[in-house]
């Protein structure tokens, strides 16, 4: 079975710059060109979908200026990340909730979805200002208003863009073992993989890891 989706729960920037002596910032710059250069790889691979999870619900709670500073980088990169995934006809999504962010940046997400909209490549879903709880709970909230009744199947077609299929493996960075609230919906039947390096450390290698790592799994889905 191919992987479609990979999930990458991009954790330990802050750790890598620490080790590195180097100020918190640098980590997160560090990891948006890693990030770079893993969309470089998945798209070479032929992997349909691959989501970070960036930014969550709770990061608000770090530090004004360790935010302020992802906010203005989001706000810098953003559009010429999406000129050059149009480029590569890589396709982009922004997942989450748009509360809380500035409306700069939301304006922003939005044009650099509209530029490459028309990609038919890889499609890279960046979950930024997202909470899987709160993903399912404003679904529910959209189905009862739209179908008068809550179901796995009116939950799943008002998830944060429903075209995004479920998750066939979610890797961690960074040593830690757990999800974080990262796809609960679409991460159900997931294989899991956990990488004691440092999210920053990541290269384009990995992916090759990351599919023979999936190869070896069994997925059964319950039967």
């Known amino acids: 079975m191919s992987l479609k989706h990979l999930g990458i729960i991009a954790d330990g920037n802050r750790r890598w710059a620490k080790e590195n002596n180097l100020p918190k910032i640098e980590g997160h710059k560090k990891g948006l060109e890693t990030i770079e250069e893993l969309v470089g ?35 810098t990169r953003i559009l010429k990340m999406a000129e050059k995934m149009a480029a590569n006809n890589i396709k982009l999504l922004i997942l989450g909730a748009r509360g809380k962010v500035n409306p700069t940046l939301t304006s922003l997400a939005e044009k650099a979805e509209k530029i490459t909209a028309d990609c038919t490549g890889t499609t890279v879903c960046f979950c930024f200002n997202y909470g899987g709880e709160q993903e399912i709970a404003d679904a529910a909230n959209i189905a009862v208003e739209a179908d008068g009744e809550i179901t796995p199947a009116t939950i799943r077609k008002h998830l944060y863009h429903p075209e995004v299929p479920d998750l066939d493996m979610v890797v961690r960075t960074s040593g830690e073992e757990r999800l974080s609230g990262f796809m609960l919906w679409r991460a159900a039947y997931a294989e899991l993989m956990f990488m004691k390096k440092y999210f920053p450390e990541m290269t384009g290698e990995d992916i090759k890891i990351i599919l023979e790592e999936y190869s070896r799994r069994n997925r059964r889905f319950g039967k």
């Open 41 to 75: 790889a998945a798209a070479m691979a032929g992997i349909p979908y691959i989501t970070f999870y960036v930014f969550s619900t709770e990061n608000w709670g770090r530090e004004e200026a360790e935010v302020n500073y992802i906010m203005k980088l989001a706000e």
